[in-house]
């Protein structure tokens, strides 16, 4: 009878083992190399590149979009020291899944609906980075109020070949429309009419706003925002970097976001391209202890009149509802309640202000008052814009550019370095990365070659009217009708009339700068020093 099989020795085992973790090291790698190929082959495979949104999605990129982290470190990194930043937006090759056929168009049952409206007077090389940045951030529908070089048609058959924007043009049918407005009957914008340059583009964007919110609704908008074409929305605080997003977590009873506004703090006097060149803000006072504010305030104005260049209390977001009104530029109201709103704590207006030296004699340009203290009084609201006015209209060359650069250009690296440090300045690149990734990826030029060559009749005949009434009225300082003096059906004693018979409304929310040094307590209207 045999006897029992031989057990294997421990030498044969450790031979066996070892044979097999040699097979697995060797098929793992060839594995995994296989199916990254096959991955890169179909396109990605997980990732629809028709959807600008999901690709953006930081789980499917490789890379952390810079300004992204809340992380109070990941804010202040110096730019030039930040290898990530530079190579994704200086790479020769897009680091991001921008496709030249795409058509940025968002599916039907994509939610929440946004529209943004604004009202212009820029040229394409401002107005599409502007808003195809907004598209990638999920906004699909846009209402373009144009005049000036906005409204030449050049510009305009660009603007109406893109789907998801409508282009409104300032014709005199506009603006008897808007003289039958409702507002003109109404006391809450009445300080604002019949004055010239920004109280009269304040009215025009008001007048606009309330025309956008009727096309909101029609278009089955969820939420409206009014946006200038030199700002851009940061939804900082979002699970991606996502407008959309943002705005599909806000609970259902609340009316309108506040987002506070960051302002541009250009470190260069020969900016050429604000949303590309320029990283470093300014952070609003909402989103700062309040010590820090104050006791850095002094070192934040740096001589000039206000903590902010221009205004500080932000934009808001406005859910599409019945009895929706606007506030003024900044803020939206309701005619039958008091609306739910609240105020985000990181996410923000990016305000791209003063951010070019050429922007001093084009601001003066727009505007035909007296470069005198009082009379820039009655034109502009915010004091660093009757000062940078008279300096434009006053000064040599050599002497502007000698007060830009002491007045706007953050020089003194020593000091950008402690307010870095502190938080009062805070680099962003989100929006110059994406941006750039745009220009690169050939969206702009295909857009702008893929227009018709010509608009039909009645659209080059608004366009040109257009552009003619816009030119007239900066020439000669002669606002549109009913915006910025009185018009012959309407005496300004009828109008005073049908406005103190009005019901009484909230007063329009004006561009107002952040607080200063004191501060006064509602209690006893005492002034007290700032603690």
């Not at 606007?326 to 739910?340: E, Q, S, V």
Request: proline share 6%.
């Amino acid at each position: 009878m045999a006897g029992p099989k031989p057990s294997q020795t421990p030498s044969s085992n450790h031979h066996s083992f070892a044979s097999k973790l040699i097979l697995l090291l060797t098929l793992l790698p060839i594995t995994l190399a296989a199916f990254a190929f096959a991955l890169q082959w179909r396109g990605g495979g997980v990732v629809d590149v028709d959807d600008p949104i999901s690709n953006w999605s930081p789980q499917h990129n490789s890379h952390i979009f810079p300004g992204m982290d809340s992380s109070p470190l990941a804010t202040v990194v110096d730019h030039h020291s930040s290898s990530d930043c530079l190579s994704l937006g200086q790479s020769s090759s897009p680091s991001f899944p921008y496709y030249n056929d795409w058509k940025f168009q968002f599916q039907s049952d994509l939610k929440p609906k946004i529209c943004i409206t604004t009202s212009t007077s820029a040229g394409l090389e401002q107005i599409l980075p502007w808003m195809f940045y907004h598209k990638v951030l999920g906004v699909g529908t846009f209402f373009l109020f144009v005049e000036g070089k906005a409204a030449s048609p050049s510009v305009s058959k660009v603007l109406e070949s893109i789907p998801g924007v409508k282009v409104i043009y300032r014709t005199k049918d506009l603006e008897e429309k808007q003289a039958n407005s409702r507002i003109w009957n109404e006391t809450w914008l009445s300080s604002f009419f019949y004055k010239p340059c920004n109280y009269e583009l304040f009215v025009k964007q008001s007048l606009n706003m309330e025309m956008a919110i009727v096309m909101a609704r029609n278009a089955g908008m969820d939420w409206i925002l009014h946006l200038d074409t030199d700002e851009l929305m940061h939804p900082a605080g979002a699970g991606e970097y996502s407008l959309r997003k943002l705005l599909r977590d806000i609970p259902r009873d609340v009316d309108m976001v506040v987002f506070p506004n960051y302002e541009s703090s250009v470190e260069r006097d020969d900016i050429k391209d604000p949303f590309i060149e320029i990283s470093m803000f300014k952070r609003n006072y909402d989103h700062l202890p309040k010590d820090t504010y104050f006791s850095m305030y002094k070192e934040s104005t740096r001589g000039n009149p206000n903590y902010f260049l221009t205004y500080g209390n932000g934009k808001s977001v406005a859910r599409v509802q019945d009895h929706l009104r606007p506030n003024g530029a900044h803020r939206w109201h309701n005619y039958m309640k008091t609306p739910k709103e609240i105020k985000l704590e990181e996410a923000a207006v990016l305000h791209y202000t003063y951010a070019k030296f050429s922007d001093l004699t084009s601001r003066r340009d727009r505007c035909g008052c007296k470069p005198t203290k009082d009379d820039v009084k009655r034109c502009f609201m915010l004091e660093f814009d009757r000062a940078a006015f008279i300096v434009a209209s006053t000064a040599t060359e050599e002497e502007k550019l000698n007060w830009y650069r002491e007045h706007v250009v953050w020089t003194d690296k020593t000091i950008n370095l402690k307010l870095l440090r502190k938080g009062i300045l805070t680099r962003i690149y989100a929006p110059s990365v994406i941006i750039e990734g745009l220009k690169e990826s050939g969206v702009f030029t295909s857009i702008i070659a893929k227009a018709p060559t010509t608009l039909s009749r009645d659209k080059f005949l608004a366009s040109i009217e257009s552009s003619n009434s816009s030119r007239d009225s900066g020439a000669h300082s002669q606002p549109p009708r009913k915006i910025g003096r009185v018009t012959e059906h309407h005496s300004q004693a009828t109008v005073r009339k049908m406005l103190d018979a009005a019901e009484f409304h909230e007063a329009a929310v004006p561009p107002l700068s952040p607080p200063g040094p004191t501060v006064e307590t509602p209690q006893n209207d005492l002034v007290v020093e700032a603690r």
